[in-house]
């Protein structure tokens, strides 16, 4: 093979042999001030993913029979990073002698985290959320994660019109979408579907309705199935009722609240042979499995130099056994998908709750799982990382 000569090439060489002594006098002539102990890109980074949060309740208030709203607020700095509408952030508490997360979604709007409140609103139906609901009190402080998910709108992704149901407490990831777009800082249309059995159950339906009233990108139709209500709807959402209000063909859906609602609202959409990226579900966390007589098996759990022997029950999540023990173990989303939990597995069989294996394919070949949705089959070793 014949290289052609570059007439350059030697003043390239005389200039690479005079790299070394060029550095060295360079240095010998430099300014001898200490480096900066933080840059600017770092403090940014930092600014918008600190990974943990040190919060304080500063005020709850109820909603509905069952849910309640909290507002927090930094106790490490000032204002909140900012996120996505729609994004929810994993709050923990310790409660007796467990250490326990539980992820929320946001209620309030980028714009209001950044002037230094967060806002959740929490229904009373679990360990957690019971505890969230019933004891929390202002003064009372927390470790919260940086806000994730991918529950949010996407320019390049979805449609410029986009379709929103929630049932229940699902509304709380719509009120920042909405409160959002009324500030102007979201380019789509929105028609919310909220659906819930009676009108007492509707929460925040004077924010929603005043967000309506200032927003033409926004309309909001209520659905009560249990009772008629003027200015309700009556039933279900059906996809002939969503018709009456807003055109599918096109659209983008965002589902959130029961796994009921979640089956009714897909068979509805099933005639449309929407595409997958059509429509997103927010996740909810994984529970328990419905086992008449669940075994009980050892885990044997390392974090960095230490080793923890505890329980861990078949029907429970790998992940509740070493939060019921106390251990600091790291999740967000308890559903699978973030890999914020990926852990090494050691020993031991296991199954994983269907649906709900969001590894990749490295991880399952290299033997990694996800604690929040393992369950144990047997006695069982595995390597997690310590949260904070």
């Known amino acids: 093979m014949n290289f052609k000569k570059q007439p350059f090439g030697f003043m390239d060489m005389l ?53 309640r709203e909290l507002t927090f607020k930094r106790v490490d700095v000032g204002a909140f990073p900012f996120f996505r509408a729609g994004q929810y952030v994993s709050i923990q508490a310790k409660i007796g002698d467990s250490l326990v997360s539980r992820p929320y979604s946001i209620v309030s709007t980028p714009r209001q985290a950044l002037n230094g ?24 402080r927390f470790v919260m994660t940086e806000p994730s998910g991918e529950f949010h709108y996407e320019t390049l992704r979805d449609s410029r019109n986009i379709v929103c149901i929630a049932g229940g407490s699902g509304i709380t990831p719509f009120l920042s979408m909405a409160g959002s777009l009324a500030e102007g800082d979201e380019e789509y249309c929105m028609t919310l579907f909220y659906g819930a059995r009676t009108a007492a159950q509707l929460a925040y339906k004077a ?29 279900f959402v059906s996809a002939a009722l969503m018709e009456r209000y807003t055109s599918l063909e096109g659209s983008t859906f965002f589902l959130c609240g029961p796994q009921a609602m979640y089956e009714f609202v897909e068979k509805e959409l099933a005639p449309l042979g929407l595409p997958q990226k059509a429509v997103h579900r927010d996740a909810g966390c994984c529970g328990d499995l419905p086992l008449e007589r669940p075994g009980e098996y050892k885990l044997t759990v390392h974090m960095r130099d230490e080793v923890f022997e505890i329980p861990a029950k078949e029907n429970e999540t790998l992940l509740t056994a070493m939060e ?4 600091n173990a790291p999740n ?25 294996d969001g590894r990749r394919e490295a991880d399952r070949k290299f033997g990694f799982i996800h604690p929040c ?8 070793e595995i390597d997690v990382p310590v949260a904070y």
């Open 207 to 235: 924010e929603l309705d005043a967000l309506a009233a200032r927003c033409g990108k926004l309309k909001v139709v209520y659905v009560l199935s249990d009772e008629e209500q003027p200015g309700c709807e009556k039933g």
């Open 117 to 140: 409140q967060l806002v959740l609103a929490v229904e009373n139906a679990g360990f957690v959320s019971g505890y969230l609901t019933g004891q929390a009190k202002p003064g009372d």
């Open 373 to 380: 949705v393992t369950y144990p089959l047997e006695d069982m």
């Open 332 to 356: 967000k989303c308890r559903a699978g998908g973030c890999g914020f939990c990926h852990s090494k597995w050691l020993a031991g069989s296991y199954r994983v709750a269907e649906g709900r």
């Open 324 to 327: 019921r023990a106390g251990l």
């Open 15 to 67: 200039r690479f042999k005079k790299m070394v002594p060029t550095r060295r006098k360079m240095l010998a002539e430099g300014p001898d001030t200490p480096l900066p102990q933080e840059y600017r890109t770092n403090t940014l980074a930092k600014k918008l993913h600190p990974g943990y949060m040190q919060v304080e309740l500063i005020a709850a208030r109820p909603l509905t029979d069952s849910i």
